[in-house]
């Protein structure tokens, strides 16, 4: 059987992102892999999420990078990622890659350049295992994800290896195709994410479903992975000024459930992430103040698996996340996407491989009641069209079993040229770590700065005040 080494297992709040983790084992399993003697690993996970991932990734073993235990965000961190770079084989010992058949990588959104360039060191950790495996001649596949774009000549080189340097690689959505470069080479495949194959994805029972319930399932604009850490805090920041009254999504969303409120229905805000929780709440706050209690619900699941139940109930939902559309519909939930321009394009790129378009509505900067228009009519389609969406779901998971298996039977392995990917890598890590080291001098000369401040109002403390008033007379005397 096929040893597989993951990289990398999401380890997040994000309930989208363990979708990520049990689809993929779900695929792994049903290609007949060795899942006992496969590792996922985890890029310096967090101790607070470290329970929920793990029962996302069931049966593998699993290894924390760095090997070492160095954290990440610092000078080290670059040093560490530079020697890798400039020597693949060196992280393949680290990790024990030797060992294994073949490198999955569980790309997800990962794979861009931020206009900003803030996403550097996390892009580099994330091809880093196909450098090695490509040092090894281990093949290499990329599950589905969302590609792009790239920006710089490292973005240039990167994608050309995603092309030509992988044993197989695969979109997620159709707009990351269109994003690519034609002169690239062989023209990848769109295929379903990893998501659609979390285990016990099916059309509930109509006893069990809440068909009078709208779900609502939101996440602030101009927040998220592509934003980056440092504008997404601002944002949030900024929102909490008008307790996200001001924010284009909360506007969108209560207006949306309002109107399914005054039709006699049910809402439930169901919170998918940490990071969505405070606007979730508001929301809910706020529905609960005109309908009141008994018709109005805020959903904050303790696990992952309550999330997909809670998701698959509804009557129909409307939501800004990724994964809750894709966890909805493959259980034949009627479901409209709502995405900014700033969230990527995963989510009108989802709805054209789903062949409804329609029912992706852009917010951005646009007129709400123009907005909420569009979602209307893309609820009526997809509630009148849900049997087919469905269907085609599960027609498109034959396609991705199918591919994956053929993968893990091909005996091809790339022979492409890395050294260009690592020259413009190893250019932009070197201007991080001086970037770096600057900040962190600067921050020692500060703190030096304050233990001399300190200590001065420390000893001017000390001295009495009979003392510190001669001193006070001779200096006038002077």
Not at 332 to 346: F, L, R
Not at 422 to 441: F, H, P, T, V
Request: contains cysteine.
């Amino acid at each position: 059987m096929t040893r597989t080494m993951l990289f990398y297992g999401h380890v997040a709040s994000n309930w989208g992102d363990l979708a990520i983790n049990a689809g993929a084992l779900e695929l792994l399993r049903r290609a007949e892999v060795d899942i006992d003697a496969s590792t996922a690993v985890l890029l310096a996970p967090s101790d607070h999420f470290r329970r929920q991932s793990g029962f996302t990734l069931k049966g593998m073993k699993h290894l924390i990078v760095p090997t070492d235990g160095r954290a990440r965000g610092g000078r080290d961190e670059v040093e560490l990622l530079i020697d890798y770079v400039a020597h693949p084989h060196r992280f393949a010992e680290d990790v024990g890659m030797a060992d294994v058949d073949l490198v999955v990588l569980n790309g997800g959104e990962h794979l861009f350049e931020s206009a900003t360039g803030e996403n550097l060191i996390d892009l580099v950790w994330r091809i880093l295992p196909a450098l090695a495996a490509h040092s090894l001649r281990k093949p290499v596949v990329l599950l589905p994800s969302t590609v792009g774009p790239f920006r710089t000549a490292f973005g240039t080189a990167l994608e050309e290896f995603l092309h030509q340097g992988l044993d197989a690689a695969a979109y997620r959505d159709l707009e990351s195709r269109r994003l690519e470069s034609r002169e690239k080479g062989r023209e990848l495949p769109v295929l379903l994410d990893p998501g659609f194959f979390v285990p016990g994805l099916r059309a509930q029972e109509n006893e069990k479903r809440d068909e009078d319930v709208l779900g609502i399932v939101l996440r602030p604009e101009d927040m998220g992975i592509r934003p980056g850490s440092r504008r997404s805090a601002f944002v949030q920041n900024k929102l909490r000024e008008s307790q996200f009254r001001r924010s284009q999504a909360f506007q969108l969303f209560t207006s949306v459930a309002e109107a399914h409120l005054a039709d006699g229905g049910k809402v439930k805000v169901i919170v998918q992430t940490r990071a969505d929780r405070e606007i979730s709440t508001a929301v809910a706050d706020h529905l609960t103040e005109i309908a009141g209690p008994d018709r109005v619900e805020l959903v904050d699941p303790a696990g992952f698996r309550s999330f997909v139940d809670e998701v698959g109930r509804l009557g129909a939902l409307v939501t800004s996340r990724f994964h809750s559309v894709i966890l909805a519909s493959a259980q034949a939930v009627p479901s409209v996407g709502v995405y900014s321009e700033t969230h990527g394009h995963k989510m009108p790129g989802l709805f054209e491989l789903l062949k409804f378009p329609d029912c992706a509505v852009r917010l951005d900067e646009r007129d709400i009641s123009a907005v909420r228009e569009e979602v209307d009519s893309a609820l009526s389609t997809v509630r009148s069209s849900i049997d087919e969406i469905h269907n085609r779901i599960r027609a498109n998971r034959t396609l991705v079993r199918r591919w994956f298996a053929e993968v893990i039977a091909s005996q091809e392995k790339s022979t492409f040229d890395t050294s260009a990917l690592q020259i413009e890598a190893l250019a932009l890590l070197y201007r991080a770590g001086l970037e770096r080291a600057q900040k962190e001098s600067l921050s020692d000369v500060l703190r030096a700065v304050q233990e001399l401040h300190d200590t001065d109002a420390h000893t001017d403390d000390d001295v009495p005040a009979q003392s510190r008033a001669e001193t006070d007379r001779e200096e006038k005397k002077r």
